[in-house]
Nanobody, 120 residues
Framework: VQLQASGGGLVQPGGSLRLSCVVS????????IGWFRQAPGKEREVVGC????????WYSDFVKGRFTISRDNTQRMVFLNMNTLKPEDTAVYSC??????????????WGQGTQVTVSS
């Protein structure tokens, strides 16, 4: 099983980015997938996750209205669309399987992250 996040980069405050998570070795119709982030010197935090069965989503309060998660099972990809980015969104963003949707409790499989830097 592999999960690989990509699409990070440097963006100005107020800008947008789209992150992708390519999943191999498991079915997106079976596993919930979540996005997580970790800023330097801070603990990892949940961004949000998407349900494998009904496509419902759960988001942390600090991204509601700005970030959205979607998936394409055919391409085996999960996306994180980030809008109205703030400097405090700067972090390494990773994707992982999720064992429980409410709160996006991380599951067994975890991927490499991608750096997002929001700065002018």
């Amino acid at each position: 099983v592999q999960l690989q996040a990509s699409g990070g980069g440097l963006v100005q405050p107020g800008g947008s980015l789209r992150l992708s998570c390519v999943v191999s070795g498991l079915s997106l119709s079976t596993y919930h997938i979540g996005w997580f982030r970790q800023a330097p010197g801070k603990e990892r935090e949940v961004v949000g996750c998407i349900n494998a069965v009904d496509n419902s989503k759960w988001y942390s309060d600090f991204v509601k209205g700005r970030f959205t998660i979607s998936r394409d099972n055919t391409q085996r990809m999960v996306f994180l669309n980030m809008n109205t980015l703030k400097p405090e969104d700067t972090a390494v963003y990773s994707c992982a399987t999720v064992r429980a949707m409410v709160g996006c409790h991380r599951g067994a499989y975890w991927g490499q992250g991608t750096q997002v830097t929001v700065s002018s």
